[in-house]
């Protein structure tokens, strides 16, 4: 049986600046606005739109690691090359990597049960068995065309993002018009909303952000990627907080706080019916559908490659269980089947909890090593890694401490996954760390 390891070089060069650009904007966009506005509003109250702010200053510092490091040794699954040259082939790298994949998996099931959510809301459907079954099959249509090869995904990523970017910014502005320009969302007084609550908002923030982790995963297929890495992940952020600025005071301008929380898995066409009637509302739940399956689309493409590179450097176990073909076809089955029985069997309010403590456990970890081992190697300041570590610890503790008062198994069941993510790391490749390959 033929199975084949290859790596970067099999679709060097196929991904344009532009393609880059629409990626990271097509996970952030479909994961952010459509899927987090209402979890995020019901953290920071009134105050939600500067979460989004928040969010974008911290993911700007975290990128700084992930840019330098992109800079010196692209490759596709660069997350896992970032861990692999700090720590080595070992246990800590191999798991934060695998930490790093299991939150895009969760980002997945969790914009595929938004993309249900929002295209069963013109037949009044909120749950039942075809919230599921429509997400299972948008994340089957992400498979089918991440087969197609890295130029279908690019080329339907570019046009996706134009379209929802386009659209979304034309939902914001005439949202925002038709209220004139009013903020009912603070209109309600702010008790029950404090600080912590803000702070601990940001990692959903960051969430909705961390689509810019899709291009370093997938550098090596990147043009000109010691260039154009950096500067699609720069640009993605930058288009992205003003997108969701713009619709952030639309949603604030049509809706009260009560009424974003109470619609929160749909708060976008909650909002377009007062502002701009029946006509804005379909046209919401279309950019919504077209936003959440760009979302999916990407982000299966960034984690099944991420996978692949994970097991071409022997830092998971892998079988083939009769596939034949290369590692990353295999891959992408594995990811779309645990993304699909995510998407069937979890409460995705509790896996996107999951999901932030994952991804800020790996963002630290990250830091830590560059910091601590590569700093000299990629010319990156102490200073700014530093704040990232700060800016991580601190969203995390808000976080952990604000689930801790209104559901603590979710920080309990982080904590278990999290070790026995370690754990198996450590018991499968016998070390912690080992020396990195030069």
């Not at 928040?54 to 330098?68: D, E, N, R």
């Not at 269980?321 to 409460?347: E, K, N, W």
């Not at 999901?355 to 010319?379: I, P, Q, S, T």
Request: proline fraction near 3%; charged fraction near 10%.
């Amino acid at each position: 049986m033929d199975h084949q390891h290859g790596g970067d070089t099999e679709n060097k060069g196929s991904i344009s600046l532009s393609g880059g650009v629409a990626m990271g904007t097509g996970v952030m966009i479909g994961a952010g606005i459509f899927a987090l506005t209402g979890q995020i509003a019901q953290l920071a109250g009134p105050l939600f739109p500067l979460a989004f702010v928040a969010g974008a200053i911290v993911t700007s510092f975290s990128a700084y690691s992930y840019v330098k490091m992109s800079n010196a040794w692209p490759s596709s699954g660069g997350i896992a090359m970032i861990l692999q040259k700090a720590y080595g082939p070992g246990a800590i790298a191999a798991a934060a990597a695998l930490l790093m994949a299991l939150s895009m998996v969760i980002s997945e099931s969790l914009v595929a049960r938004t993309f249900a959510t929002y295209v069963l809301r013109p037949f009044d459907i909120t749950g039942g068995p075809l919230v599921p079954v429509l997400a299972v099959g948008v994340i089957l249509f992400a498979f089918l065309v991440n087969i197609a090869g890295s130029r279908s995904v690019g080329l339907l990523s570019l046009i996706m993002a134009v379209v929802k970017i386009g659209g979304i910014a034309l939902f914001g502005i005439a949202a925002l018009w038709a209220s004139g320009f009013q903020f009912a969302a603070a209109s309600e007084a702010s008790a029950g909303f404090d600080a912590t609550g803000f702070i601990a908002s940001v990692a959903l923030a960051i969430l909705a952000f961390k689509g810019f982790t899709t291009i370093t995963n997938s550098g090596g297929e990147i043009t000109d990627p010691h260039r154009n890495v950096g500067r699609s992940i720069m640009i993605s952020i930058a288009v992205c907080v003003v997108v969701y600025l713009i619709v952030a005071f639309a949603v604030g301008s049509s809706l009260t706080i009560d009424q974003i929380i109470a619609a929160k898995d749909y708060s976008l066409a909650e909002a377009a019916a007062p502002a701009l009637g029946s006509a804005g509302f379909y046209f919401t739940v279309v950019l919504a559908a077209v936003a959440t399956v760009s979302g999916v689309l990407a982000s299966v493409f960034a984690v099944s490659r991420m996978l692949a590179m994970l097991t071409d450097m022997n830092m998971i176990p892998h079988r083939h269980f009769g596939m034949s073909g290369p590692i990353r076809s295999h891959m992408l089955v594995y990811t779309v089947v645990i993304a699909s029985a995510l998407a069937v069997f979890f409460d995705l309010t509790r896996i996107a909890s999951l999901g932030a403590f994952f991804y800020l456990v790996m963002d630290m970890v990250v830091h830590w090593g560059v910091l601590r081992y590569l700093r000299e190697d990629v010319g990156a300041r102490a200073s700014v890694i530093i704040l990232a570590l700060v800016f991580d610890a601190a969203v995390l503790a808000a976080f952990t401490i604000m689930k801790l008062g209104t559901d603590p198994a979710i920080v309990f069941y982080a904590a278990v996954a999290i070790s026995l993510v370690f754990g198996f790391q450590r018991l499968y490749l016998s070390r912690w760390t080992a020396p990195a390959e030069t």
